[in-house]
């Protein structure tokens, strides 16, 4: 599709697409979700990025709780990244946390506390993208700025039949300016039209058997005309998952247990686990070295990641010494387990 064709498609439908979406997110949309019906960027800015990759129903009770411990910008700058990290524990993709507590910091050192109003502002924070940037702009200030999160590319690429590979860099900019090109005039309508989109993407309009005969905008739709509106959006580069091994080494000592905390960049970035080791071999070596006389070993456990199946083989053994102050970690005592950050698979394990 030339961007003459694309351009015209995009004429053509900016004066029905806004209204009818409008319309349809007033009646029909969400509207009792706890981060709406609120202009505090804070917690609009919280769940956009609990959102990402997530889906909304494990969202809440997280929501719910990372509030109740840090209440505004402010608290959550104060803490410390422990704290922040044993909160989002299980939520997975722990970068976005680590990003979370440094853009805290960011807003209260260089900001006074105050969110900035604007999405190119916004975006100049860590761990804030273009898209979630227009977000939090649109809901919290009335930004005539568009968002084009996975949920509105596939929407708008449904709608104007978009050919583009996503999976391209420039195809995804002249995504952009379409979307762009469609916002409505009026600076009032963008929190329901940005909610609208995103709506209509995670209900009608979803990856798989998209529910035409229900959408507000069927009638415009060039994907549903060509009656195959599941073939858009179209991004060609797959990514490779990947395989990987470990062995945990469970230690227990008088009712406690042994947790090394993972670097801060890489998988399980920041968080604590038990000893892992590279092959059984290595595990075995390293606990006869601590004077452990005999390892149990438990049922493997297999963690799906996004791009990575990952395989734990734990291992339980008790100590009756003491262990070398050169081994990194430290004795956890199980009442004060809920207090570490946990990965969601050991957590499981461990109770």
């Not at 058997?209 to 994907?223: D, F, I, K, R, S």
């Not at 960049?265 to 390293?286: I, K, N, V």
Request: proline residues 7%; charged residues 25%; neutral net charge.
């Amino acid at each position: 599709m030339t961007d003459d064709d694309l351009q015209s498609r995009v004429h053509a439908l900016r004066g029905d697409f806004a209204p009818l979406l409008l319309a349809w997110q007033r009646r029909d949309g969400r509207h009792d979700l706890p981060w709406q019906n609120t202009q505090d960027p804070y917690r609009v800015w919280l769940s956009e990025i609990m959102l990402q990759q997530t889906q909304v129903a494990t969202v809440l009770g997280y929501y719910k709780r990372f509030l109740e411990r840090f209440p505004d910008v402010a608290a959550l700058a104060a803490a410390p990244q422990d704290e922040v990290m044993a909160a989002w524990a299980g939520l997975g993709y722990y970068s976005r946390a680590r990003n979370l507590h440094r853009c805290a910091q960011t807003v209260m050192e260089r900001h006074g506390g105050a969110f900035p109003r604007t999405a190119v502002e916004l975006a100049e924070l860590p761990g804030i993208g273009r898209s979630t940037a227009a977000a939090i702009s649109s809901f919290c200030f009335g930004e005539r700025v568009a968002i084009l999160d996975g949920n509105v590319k596939r929407v708008l690429s449904r709608l104007l039949a978009f050919d583009g590979d996503l999976a391209q860099q420039a195809q995804e900019k002249r995504l952009w300016r379409q979307a762009e090109a469609l916002l409505p005039l009026s600076e009032a309508d963008m929190p329901a039209y940005t909610q609208g989109l995103m709506d209509l993407g995670a209900s009608h309009c979803a990856s798989r058997q998209p529910q035409c005969l229900l959408c507000p905008v069927a009638g415009l739709c060039h994907g549903r005309a060509e009656g195959d509106p599941a073939r858009y959006p179209i991004k060609t580069r797959k990514l490779k998952r990947g395989q990987r091994e470990n062995w945990w080494l469970w230690l227990e000592h008088e009712g406690r247990v042994w947790l090394q905390q993972r670097p801060s960049e890489g998988l399980w970035g920041g968080l604590w686990t038990l000893p892992m080791f590279d092959s059984e071999a290595a595990l075995d070596a390293h606990s006869r070295s601590m004077g452990v006389a005999e390892l149990e070993p438990l049922p493997r456990v297999q963690h799906a990641l996004t791009h990575l199946d990952w395989v734990l083989h734990p291992r339980r053994g008790m100590l009756t010494g003491p262990v070398d102050s050169a081994t990194p970690g430290h004795w956890v005592a199980r009442e004060q387990l809920p207090q570490y950050a946990l990965p969601a698979p050991l957590k499981k394990l461990l109770d």
